[in-house]
Nanobody
């Protein structure tokens, strides 16, 4: 059984940074494109970033571009999301997810097979 466990969320002031981690167990992470999504209170879960199986390619939402960086360490079965220059509107639960599709076709919720439980990020103004 595949499990994804996120960590690293917390409360941070606007302009601050956080690094989210997602550790995968039960299957080798290199078989998946890995994505991050977020869900703000009362809103739908939306795409943030995705990284290819070998880590060479990344794709970001417009809101994440230039501020967030997705990376992975297949040896550690882990994927990361560095959040910089955080804004109050970045407040959300952040979810890690695994997709069997190529990264360029994995920007939608429906592309993902496995999900973590989420980690809360709260940005104060």
């Amino acid at each position: 059984q595949v499990q994804l466990v996120e960590s690293g969320g917390g409360l941070v002031q606007a302009g601050g940074s956080l690094r989210l981690s997602c550790v995968v167990s039960g299957r080798t992470v290199s078989t998946y494109s890995m994505g991050w999504f977020r869900q703000a209170p009362g809103k739908e879960r939306v795409f943030v970033a995705v990284i290819s199986r070998n880590g060479f390619n990344q794709y970001y939402s417009d809101s994440a571009k230039g501020r967030f960086t997705i990376s992975r360490d297949n040896a550690k079965n882990a994927v990361y999301l560095q959040l910089n220059s955080l804004k109050p509107e970045d407040t959300a639960v952040y979810y890690c997810a695994a997709s069997g599709r190529p990264y360029y076709s994995a920007t939608d919720l429906t592309a993902y097979d496995e999900w973590g439980q989420g980690t809360q990020v709260t940005v104060s103004s």
